[in-house]
């Protein structure tokens, strides 16, 4: 993971040599964005609904705005401007799924009710994280892949 400065410092650097998000990747005419910050990359029969599959989602929303944004390679760490046509791009900051489902001991809310709490309590592995406390910023930086291992 880059620290905040190093995430500032590649953002100032991209700025100073002019470099455009999504820059040395191929356009396309994206899918919709979804929820959970992911641009759709499967559709669901039989409508073909527009989906992510990692994610489980469906609800489209608008593009949120991803000026001075940073997303890094979830595999490498690499970092790239964050644009939505980048491979695997999902979007973290304020809005996100990041930042309204995921809490700040990064579980999902639904690891923090009573019976959430009781299972993992039972299972000998008791939660300390037992109030859902969300980030509304959400994350520093979006994630993509940079094709490091390949694309299968
Ligand atoms: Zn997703
Ligand atoms: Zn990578
Ligand atoms: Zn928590």
């Known amino acids: 993971m880059p620290t905040p400065e190093q995430v500032a410092e590649f953002l100032a650097d991209a700025k100073a040599k002019g470099i455009k998000p999504g820059a040395g990747w191929r356009k396309v005419d994206l899918p919709p964005t979804l929820k959970c910050g992911c641009t759709a990359s499967a559709v669901r029969p039989p409508d073909n609904t527009p989906s992510c599959p990692i994610h489980d989602c469906t609800e489209q929303v608008e593009r949120p705005d991803l000026t001075d944004r940073v997303a ?20 973290r900051g304020p809005g996100s799924r990041e930042a309204t489902e995921m809490c700040r001991c990064g579980s999902l809310a639904n690891a923090h009710t009573p019976e959430a709490l009781a299972k993992a309590e039972a ?6 994280c037992k109030e859902f406390r969300p980030n509304p910023k959400g994350r520093l930086t979006d994630s993509y892949y940079c094709g490091c291992c390949g694309w299968d």
């Not at 299972?123 to 300390?128: A, D, F, M, Q």
């Open 123 to 128: 299972s000998g592995y008791p939660r300390t």
């Open 72 to 91: 890094i390679c979830s595999n490498c760490g690499k970092m790239a401007l964050s644009a939505f046509g980048l491979p695997f791009f999902e979007y």
